[in-house]
């Protein structure tokens, strides 16, 4: 059986996956080519066919498999360019810059067809693997509350002068909610579902010079009235990465390598409702997991790409997976620049229009600096 052949578009984050492939790291997958419009990020593949064109690169018959990694904003159009040509796709997160896109990509991957997938390489990570085998079991109970602060984001001013797209909303469509917690997003949905509504504050070059989001607090109802709130920081040092649900049947803490499960040994309503003292609490049990890593990350994707081309294994995260996470980080943009609480589904042409009408006014400041 020949190994499966991947080809890299952009080499800036696509660098760490063509190091992987070429470094053996994927078991019966390799390097076929890479492409990056600079030439000097190929200097390192010398050995590799190389391209500047992402289209002679699909049209080559060098590659089965296509990772996009470039810019958000060309994400749909690489990934459907390639999968139009009969190439598997994996795209990095995020699929799209805004819904109608992500959508548009979605539609482009049909049954039967090349297999989509999405770079989100955190649901390989154990420690939300046994939080989701927790949440699926029923064990936690009814969700009364979510919370996550992640503000271990920690960015320079010399990270956003680094690449002239970065902090941009014509380069990157957003800032941390685009491009460092895609992932964080992801899991909040894949962990306890999509909320019902979204009000959020987001907080627009803040701490940095830059024309995007670098502080956002986000407050959330789900459907079966939980609560969940938010918090995201690329300015906060020391940062912390906290995650707390809370359900009637106990509590999940995950801090680091940690993750603690408190059980009630009676849920809150039973006991609430049968308690014959007005401050008594329910007993509790107590089981903590430590991990001692996180995963195959990266290479986990890659591999279960090959796996799936290979053996059809399912794919960890399908395309149609990248969709809810931009859904829910375009909500919370909107709420907080058209200030109003935002009810899910979210309307796609609308947010595109928002970030049309951001990008003329960042335009409209540039051009008034230089005056």
């Known amino acids: 059986m020949n190994p499966v052949r991947f080809g890299i578009i952009g080499l800036g984050m696509g ?18 080519a890479v492409c990056d419009v600079k030439p000097e990020r190929l200097k390192p593949f010398a050995d590799v066919p190389q391209f500047t064109s992402s289209a002679e690169m699909v049209r080559s018959g060098m590659v089965d498999v296509v990772v996009v990694a470039t810019p958000h904003y060309s994400h749909p159009d690489l990934a459907i360019e390639a999968l139009q040509a ?20 979605v539609r482009a991957s049909r049954p039967g067809g090349p297999l989509l997938g999405v770079m989100l390489n955190q ?67 894949w962990l306890f579902g999509m909320p019902r509504t979204v ?26 009235g939980a609560t969940g709130i938010f918090s995201a920081s690329t300015a906060e040092a020391p940062g912390v990465n906290r995650l707390e649900a809370a359900g009637d049947r106990g509590r999940l803490v995950l801090e680091g390598k940690r993750l603690e ?25 107590s089981e903590v997991f430590t991990f001692s890593d996180s995963g195959p990350q990266h290479v986990g994707i890659l591999k279960n790409m090959t796996d799936a081309i ?9 395309g149609a997976d990248g969709l809810p996470s931009v859904e829910l980080a375009n909500a919370m943009l909107f ?7 935002v009810e899910l589904p979210l309307s796609g042409p609308a947010v595109a229009g928002m970030l049309a ?4 006014l960042a335009a409209r400041r540039h051009a008034t600096r230089k005056a």
């Not at 660098?15 to 076929?32: F, I």
């Not at 009969?86 to 990509?105: C, D, M, N, T």
Request: hydrophobic share 35%; aromatic share 8%; glycine share 8%.
């Open 261 to 285: 499960w408190v059980r009630n040994t009676v849920d809150a309503r039973t006991f609430s409702r049968t308690a014959t003292d007005g401050f008594s609490v329910p007993s509790t049990t």
């Open 86 to 105: 009969g190439l598997h796709v994996v795209v990095e997160k995020p699929i799209a810059v805004h819904k109608s896109e992500a959508e548009r990509l």
């Open 310 to 318: 290979l053996d059809g294994t399912p794919l960890l995260a399908p």
């Open 335 to 341: 709420s907080s620049v058209r200030h109003q609480q």
């Open 199 to 224: 009000r959020a504050t987001c907080c627009f070059g803040k701490y940095h010079d830059i024309e995007v989001e670098d502080e956002v607090t986000a407050v959330f109802e789900y459907p079966n």
């Open 357 to 360: 009408e951001l990008i003329e």
């Open 15 to 32: 660098g760490l996956h063509a190091r992987n492939l070429k470094d053996g790291k994927v078991p019966r997958a390799v390097l076929g």
């Open 123 to 189: 649901r390989t990570d154990p420690r939300y693997r046994q939080i989701r085998q927790i949440m699926q079991s029923g064990a936690l109970g009814n969700v009364q509350r979510v919370q996550w602060t992640i503000t271990d984001w920690f960015r320079t001013d010399v990270y956003f002068r680094a690449s002239d797209w970065r902090g941009t909303w014509a380069g990157e469509g957003g800032g941390l909610l685009m491009n460092q917690c895609p992932h964080q997003i992801d899991l909040l949905q």
